[in-house]
């Protein structure tokens, strides 16, 4: 009689041995996942991306332009489609630079969870992220450069206007017109800011999300990953706000027209040092929705697409 019980208690300590030893478990993504979010992210926030750089390329240093009247300026002036100028090389950006970025960074993240590593500490995520954000830029460099310039396009007198009909269609003028090279015009500040911009979003949102679950504070859910991403939205801007003004005068000027990125410099300075963050505002606004809606989107396509590994 007495044999049942204590057979039933030596169970129970066995039984529980297992659902401690169970181990925990976390969903990952596809290396190519934050290319497709980020790009179904510029989609949504190709408009104010527009407005900013409207902004910022403002050749009259005394013209003062709020984003509200530059908004209704481009709609009255060419339509409500125009907002959408260049959205094709705005997604090409985003599937070259973004995936390029997001791929190195997940993967090296997924090797180290593989190997039972654990989560990366912060200086190895910064390292990581900024490493893959100059790849990225580089890699996102021809994207970026016929983006602005479709952007661009209806600010400029008619006769002087490069009338890319999309995104190929510009990168097959550039390399006719001013070579391959001419591809990769600006490439050195668009790979600095790359690595900027992912320090402040991907390197940020992770600390940020990992600190808040392992303390208790939030749980990982749309609003956790809502909440984190517009924190690192803002970082982000704050980070690269100088180097976005000088890239997108770079990227726009006519051939010969800067000698490179100090000559840059120093006629932004010559404007004043406020001239660095011409902007900011729709700079924030592109960029904080842009960074929350990548972040929910790649956590979703991680829910539904990822897979599940051992942490």
């Given at each position: 009689?007495?044999?049942?019980?204590?057979?039933?208690?030596?169970?129970?300590?066995a039984d529980?041995?297992?659902?401690?030893?169970?181990?925990?478990?976390?969903?990952?993504?596809?290396?190519?996942?934050?290319?497709?979010?980020?790009?179904?992210?510029?989609?949504?926030?190709?408009?104010?991306?527009?407005?900013?750089?409207h902004?910022?390329t403002?050749?009259?240093?005394?013209?003062?332009?709020?984003?509200?009247?530059?908004?209704?300026?481009?709609v009255?002036?060419?339509?409500?489609?125009?907002?959408y100028?260049?959205?094709?090389?705005?997604?090409?950006?985003q599937?070259?630079?973004s995936t390029?970025?997001?791929?190195?960074?997940?993967s090296a993240?997924n090797?180290?969870?593989?190997?039972?590593?654990?989560?990366m500490?912060?200086?190895?995520?910064?390292?990581?992220?900024?490493?893959?954000?100059?790849?990225?830029?580089y890699?996102?460099?021809?994207?970026?450069?016929?983006?602005?310039?479709?952007?661009?396009?209806?600010k400029?007198?008619?006769?002087?206007?490069?009338?890319?009909?999309?995104a190929?269609?510009?990168?097959?003028?550039?390399?006719?017109?001013?070579?391959?090279?001419g591809?990769?015009?600006?490439s050195?500040?668009?790979?600095?800011?790359?690595?900027?911009?992912?320090?402040?979003?991907?390197?940020?949102?992770?600390?940020?999300k990992?600190?808040?679950?392992?303390?208790?504070?939030?749980?990982?859910?749309?609003?956790?990953?809502?909440?984190?991403s517009?924190?690192?939205?803002?970082?982000?801007?704050?980070?690269?706000?100088?180097?976005?003004?000088?890239?997108?005068?770079?990227?726009n000027?006519?051939?010969?027209?800067?000698?490179?990125?100090?000559?840059?410099?120093?006629?932004?300075?010559?404007?004043g040092?406020?001239?660095?963050?011409?902007g900011?505002?729709?700079?924030f606004?592109?960029?904080?929705?842009?960074?929350?809606?990548?972040?929910?989107?790649?956590?979703?396509?991680?829910?539904?697409?990822?897979?599940?590994?051992?942490?």
């Amino acid at each position: 009689m007495s044999s049942k019980p204590a057979a039933a208690a030596a169970a129970a300590p066995a039984d529980q041995s297992k659902a401690v030893a169970k181990p925990e478990t976390r969903r990952v993504g596809r290396w190519y996942f934050g290319g497709i979010a980020a790009a179904l992210a510029a989609c949504c926030t190709h408009p104010l991306d527009l407005v900013k750089v409207h902004m910022q390329t403002i050749s009259s240093a005394g013209e003062s332009v709020s984003m509200s009247k530059t908004f209704v300026h481009v709609v009255k002036r060419d339509g409500f489609r125009a907002l959408y100028n260049g959205i094709s090389a705005s997604v090409l950006r985003q599937l070259t630079y973004s995936t390029a970025r997001f791929g190195i960074y997940e993967s090296a993240k997924n090797v180290m969870l593989a190997r039972g590593s654990g989560d990366m500490s912060i200086g190895v995520k910064i390292g990581v992220a900024g490493c893959a954000g100059l790849v990225g830029g580089y890699v996102g460099t021809p994207g970026d450069l016929i983006n602005v310039r479709m952007q661009n396009d209806m600010k400029i007198p008619p006769e002087q206007r490069r009338n890319y009909k999309h995104a190929l269609d510009g990168v097959i003028r550039v390399v006719r017109e001013e070579s391959v090279k001419g591809l990769f015009s600006g490439s050195a500040m668009a790979s600095v800011r790359g690595g900027l911009m992912s320090i402040g979003q991907i390197a940020t949102y992770d600390t940020i999300k990992e600190t808040a679950l392992r303390l208790g504070i939030l749980g990982d859910n749309m609003g956790t990953h809502f909440v984190c991403s517009t924190l690192a939205g803002g970082f982000a801007t704050a980070i690269t706000m100088p180097l976005d003004v000088m890239k997108t005068k770079l990227m726009n000027a006519k051939p010969g027209e800067f000698k490179g990125i100090p000559d840059v410099f120093m006629h932004t300075l010559r404007v004043g040092p406020s001239a660095f963050y011409k902007g900011f505002v729709p700079a924030f606004m592109r960029l904080g929705p842009h960074t929350i809606l990548t972040f929910v989107f790649l956590e979703q396509i991680k829910k539904y697409f990822g897979t599940t590994v051992a942490i």
